[in-house]
């Protein structure tokens, strides 16, 4: 049974710092792309950081670039979301989710295969 298990939402000032982690069980994670896609009230999911299943390339959205990293640690079967200098529109459901590498298109596009339930980040003062 796969499972993706996001933590270290809460809430932030703006301009703080977040890092999420989501950790993979059930599934050869070393095989996997994995992705960081948030929901906002009203809007649709989108995608924020991608990183290829090597960790030898990411990709981030605009909205996200040069704040947010994305990192991942496959002996411990993890993926991390490094979240800097926060803006209250970053206020969202962060989603995990894991994409097998074997699937044809970007590593970064949909679909992916497997998800988390989320985690809630807050951008308020």
């Known amino acids: 049974q796969v499972q993706l298990v996001e933590s270290g939402g809460g809430l932030v000032q703006p301009g703080g710092s977040l890092t999420l982690s989501c950790f993979a069980s059930?599934?050869?994670?070393?095989?996997?792309?994995m992705g960081w896609f948030r929901r906002a009230p009203g809007n649709e999911r989108e995608v924020v950081a991608a990183?290829?299943?090597?960790?030898?390339?990411?990709y981030y959205s605009d909205s996200v670039k040069a704040r947010f990293t994305i990192f991942r640690a496959n002996a411990k079967k993890t993926v991390y979301l490094q979240m800097n200098n926060l803006k209250p529109e970053d206020t969202a459901v962060y989603y995990c989710?894991?994409?097998?590498?074997?699937?044809?298109?970007?590593?970064?596009?949909?679909?992916?295969?497997?998800w988390g339930q989320g985690t809630q980040v807050t951008v308020s003062s």
């Open positions: 990183i290829y299943y090597t960790g030898g390339s990411t």
């Open positions: 059930g599934l050869p994670f070393s095989r996997y792309h």
């Open positions: 989710a894991a994409r097998d590498n074997k699937r044809s298109g970007s590593y970064f596009s949909m679909p992916y295969d497997y």
